[in-house]
């Protein structure tokens, strides 16, 4: 089958949203009672956009899937303790972001204890990574076993890059087996880089309906354009994040924090500035910042609804400031353009990791990743880097010090 898809897919597409409507329509009447605390309702494709009650967290309806999310939702990938998952759920949040790689296969489990009791509360994405179809499908059906649920909400092919992943028949294969034995809900696909690419492949296909995409206020070109322009306005990524949703795909942001660096705050902390320059683009459903505290989770949770003003644009200057030699935009702009063969984009997300997240393990995890041939080492030696950065970090001096402390 082609990228675009064709009849079979639309026919198959279509029956499902019949199935869809009519689960639904038998679901309202006993979801009344719990309206927006359970914008899933309980089936092997039951979903509504059902509305929150006044005064909670703002929400945006997830492209065609038509369930109502909370603005701001849960990037569990770093938080290991799931009292903290359940306070963010009991607090509003309603959309939960885990993986099968994550922690080596705990954080699955830490968000599977974490939910018990509420499961039917949140909309709960994992991810799987592109494999001969026997082993997608087992590898999903160990999610299920580690987050005590029969269903996962949205599946998600882990890592895309390219129109020709979009496109692997094999991983729709697995995921069109999964959807039909009712054990996922929506596949999706996440990306760190080639993101324009992977969103305008989506695009125009009929298969995938959400695309989790890194983005933050340096993603677009020129720091004090993307401070300027408010309302989702920017070219870019920013445009094809709205371009991508007109067409029905929901859209999640990661990674909106620019990393969460510790900076000097006044009264709009600039992770909340951060947080509220992602949701002034209308194309953006909902975000996953990650939550390690409870105190981060109510800092993140006041971005909700907030439109940014001449504090959050002023916060998110001084924060630019403070990290604008040290932090990567994610962009992939310098993606293959290395002579040697550094993955510059995942070598600096790794060092992201370690100075901005403060998380060792996962830094050293992800870098050790690379192996021997797309690891910084080449950097150690190297007299004159061939690397233009679009926000002019000094990538020789940023990849030296991450294989210096990561390998």
Same mark, same amino acid.
Request: hydrophobic share 40%.
């Given at each position: ?6 009849? *079979? =897919?639309? *026919? ?8 869809? %409507? ?26 509504? #956009? ?29 938080? %290991? ?5 359940? $306070? ?19 954080? =699955? ?51 895309? *890059?390219?129109?020709? =992943? ?29 993101? =324009? ?17 890194? $983005? ?62 992602? &949701?002034?683009?209308?194309?953006? #459903? ?43 935009? &994610? ?16 070598? &600096?997300?790794? &060092? ?14 992800? $870098? ?40």
């Amino acid at each position: 089958m082609s990228v675009a898809g064709g009849g *079979k =897919e639309r *026919k198959r597409m279509q029956d499902r949203n019949d199935v869809v %409507r009519r689960d639904v329509l038998k679901g309202l009447c006993c979801a009344a009672a719990a309206v927006a605390a359970a914008p899933v309702v309980r089936g092997a494709n039951a979903w509504a #956009a059902l509305s929150p009650p006044a005064g909670e967290l703002e929400t945006r309806v997830l492209g065609t899937t038509r369930v109502r999310v909370a603005t701001v939702g849960m990037g569990a990938m770093i938080t %290991r303790d799931p009292d903290v998952i359940r $306070y963010a759920v009991d607090h509003g949040v309603n959309y939960v972001d885990t993986a099968d790689c994550y922690m080596g296969g705990e954080n =699955e489990r830490i968000v599977g204890r974490a939910l018990e009791g509420v499961r039917d509360k949140v909309v709960l994405a994992s991810k799987v990574h592109i494999a001969p179809v026997d082993q997608m499908i087992a590898s999903v059906e160990n999610s299920l076993r580690s987050l005590r649920t029969d269903v996962i909400d949205i599946m998600q092919l882990h890592g895309i *890059k390219s129109e020709g =992943e979009v496109a692997d028949e094999g991983a729709r294969e697995a995921l069109r087996k999964l959807l039909d034995q009712g054990k996922i809900r929506v596949p999706g696909v996440t990306t760190h880089s080639g993101q =324009e690419t992977v969103l305008k492949a989506v695009g125009k296909q009929e298969f995938y309906q959400t695309v989790l995409v890194a $983005y933050n206020f340096r993603s677009d070109t020129g720091i004090k354009a993307a401070i300027k322009n408010v309302f989702g306005s920017g070219n870019g990524l920013s445009a094809t994040i709205r371009d991508t949703a007109a067409k029905g795909i929901g859209i999640i942001a990661m990674k909106t924090q620019a990393g969460g660096y510790s900076v000097p705050q006044g009264s709009l902390s600039p992770h909340q500035a951060a947080l509220a320059w992602v &949701l002034e683009n209308p194309g953006v #459903a909902t975000t996953i910042p990650s939550m390690v505290s409870f105190s981060q989770v109510d800092e993140n949770m006041k971005a909700s609804g907030k439109r940014l003003g001449w504090g959050g644009r002023k916060a998110l200057t001084q924060y630019a400031w403070a990290i604008g030699d040290r932090h990567c935009g &994610l962009c992939g702009e310098c993606a293959g353009s290395c002579p040697s063969g550094v993955d510059v984009p995942s070598v &600096l997300r790794s &060092l992201t990791y370690l100075e901005g997240y403060g998380q060792e393990h996962l830094a050293r995890g992800t $870098y050790r990743g690379l192996g021997p041939d797309r690891g910084a080492l080449p950097c150690v030696s190297c007299g004159s880097c061939a690397v233009s950065c679009r926000l002019g970090l000094d990538v020789k001096r940023l990849a030296r010090r991450a294989h210096r402390h990561l390998a």
